[in-house]
């Protein structure tokens, strides 16, 4: 049912409740349970009612808009599944509360005064989720002068600031579960393939992945691990030239990401090589390509809807003024698929 041109009042009065309560709901405040919180987010939902966002703006010196901060990476929604599907789940959660997303890239030519700078001095976002795995110094700077509220979540950095809010992935507990799925295959060789790309969190997925070998009696050697790009193109090349480290015994191939596993899956099949029988391939992110492909890819699924949900209510926490913080690391799980035995 869409009621077109619906005020809060009518709508309070529609489902039983106060205006300002609707209001606080809609604004995620805690003074309004979460029970009926829900309810009326479900029933805003079920009527098409959003709060008129240039109103509310104009009493509350808001912008409606949240600013995304894409990685160094990013290249594309199409090379950067995973990143296009957070974007969309961000999208969907944000617009329950009547805000509007700004997305910044990097700023690779960046000079003195960044697009992140600008953005920030002439107060064009009311916050921000991060989703670069660093800030700058510089950057950080202008956060805590100009008093901006911001999330980080997704992937950690090598730094990471206590003093900033965070709900990053565990990637280091994501390898290590696929070291120890793996390590209960004797009978296949171990191999891992990464990616080159010093701003991703390589290294946390591979030092998982090697500790959770390790504790089944395996060692990951220099010879076991290969390098691509963050791409379907650059994996399927990897396979391709190396074919013989691949098929010369069982092997089991755990990948930096789907995106990565999917190029692989895509090679081997193409080489007539049999998945899972001979070569095992276990991806890391979950992203929904890798459930709906034929074979389905067995993957270390990132909870992705936990980490937006999160991370969005905790910044419009932060801009309605609440003086609260969150450090969290959230642990992923396995989704075993066609990909592995």
């Not at 609707?22 to 939902?45: C, F, H, W």
């Not at 049999?274 to 929904?288: A, C, F, R, S, Y």
């Not at 396995?334 to 990909?339: A, G, N, V």
Request: glycine share 6%; aromatic share 10%.
């Amino acid at each position: 049912m869409n009621k077109k041109g619906m005020t809060s009042r009518d709508f309070a009065k529609l489902i039983g409740v106060s205006q300002s309560t609707v209001s606080r709901a809609l604004n995620n405040s805690d003074l309004v349970t979460p029970e009926k919180k829900e309810y009326i987010l479900r029933k805003a939902r079920e009527y098409n009612f959003q709060l008129n966002s240039q109103a509310q703006s104009l009493r509350t010196s808001k912008t409606g808009t949240i600013g995304i901060m894409f990685p160094k990476h990013f290249v594309g929604m199409t090379e950067n599944c995973m990143l296009a599907y957070v974007y969309d789940q961000i999208q969907k959660e944000l617009s329950h509360f009547d805000y509007d997303i700004m997305v910044i890239y990097y700023d690779r030519d960046a000079d003195d005064f960044s697009s992140f700078e600008r953005i920030v001095r002439k107060k064009k976002v009311d916050g921000f989720l991060v989703l670069r795995m660093e800030l700058s110094d510089n950057e950080i700077k202008l956060i805590e002068e100009f008093k901006v509220p911001c999330v980080f979540m997704m992937n950690a950095g090598s730094k990471i600031r206590e003093n900033l809010n965070y709900f990053f992935s565990d990637s280091y507990y994501g390898g290590y579960i696929a070291g120890k799925y793996y390590g209960g295959f004797p009978e296949y060789r171990k191999i891992h393939i990464t990616v080159s790309d010093e701003k991703s969190d390589a290294k946390r997925r591979m030092d998982g992945y090697r500790d959770g070998l390790e504790e089944c009696g395996y060692v990951l050697e220099e010879k076991d691990i290969f390098n691509c790009k963050i791409g379907i193109g650059s994996a399927y090349e990897c396979i391709a030239k190396n074919i013989e480290e691949f098929t010369k015994e069982k092997t089991a191939i755990f990948t930096y990401s789907d995106i990565v596993g999917l190029g692989v899956v895509q090679a081997l099949r193409n080489l007539n090589i049999k998945i899972p029988e001979q070569v095992q391939v276990l991806g890391m992110d979950d992203v929904p390509l890798s459930s709906v492909l034929i074979p389905k890819m067995s993957t270390v699924h990132v909870e992705v809807d936990t980490m937006v949900s999160k991370a969005c209510r905790l910044l419009l926490k932060l801009i309605s003024g609440e003086t609260i913080s969150a450090h969290e690391w959230i642990k992923p799980h396995l989704e075993i698929r066609d990909t592995t035995i």
